[in-house]
């Protein structure tokens, strides 16, 4: 099992940026589909954004054009640019990883049920 630390949450006001970070324990997690979730109070966990080992990208709607996922196979770490932040945003975001290749990373964004492994969380608050 991957171990996968995020960090980079905090509180910012509406329209402000944060970035996250998610660092990988193997190697092996750059080849997987990654991606990051979020889970507001009360709410179901969602898909934000994912990405394939080789790059190819996908986005929940709601964060297209202000949200963007990018990783570093270099330092096994993935990443989550967020702009434009808007109170909605808040949530606690979680990075994941799927480890199978014939599964849909597109589909990571609509559904957690493919997903092996996943970060501890970091909170993300967005006051208006």
């Known amino acids: 099992q991957v171990q996968l630390v995020e960090s980079g949450g905090g509180s910012v006001q509406a329209g402000g940026s944060l970035r996250l970070s998610c660092e990988a324990s193997?190697?092996?997690?750059?080849?997987?589909?990654k991606g990051w979730f979020r889970q507001a109070p009360g709410k179901e966990r969602e898909g934000v954004a994912s990405i394939t080992g080789g790059g190819k990208i996908y986005y929940r709607d709601s964060v297209k054009g202000r949200f963007t996922i990018s990783q570093d196979n270099a330092k096994n770490t993935l990443y989550l640019q967020m702009d434009n932040l808007k109170p909605d945003d808040t949530a606690q975001y979680y990075c994941?990883?799927?480890?199978?290749?014939?599964?849909?990373?597109?589909?990571?964004?609509?559904?957690?049920?493919?997903?092996?492994?996943w970060g501890q969380g970091t909170q993300v608050t967005v006051s208006s």
């Open positions: 193997e190697y092996t997690y750059s080849s997987y589909c």
């Open positions: 994941a990883a799927q480890r199978e290749p014939t599964y849909s990373c597109g589909r990571m964004v609509r559904t957690t049920e493919n997903v092996d492994d």
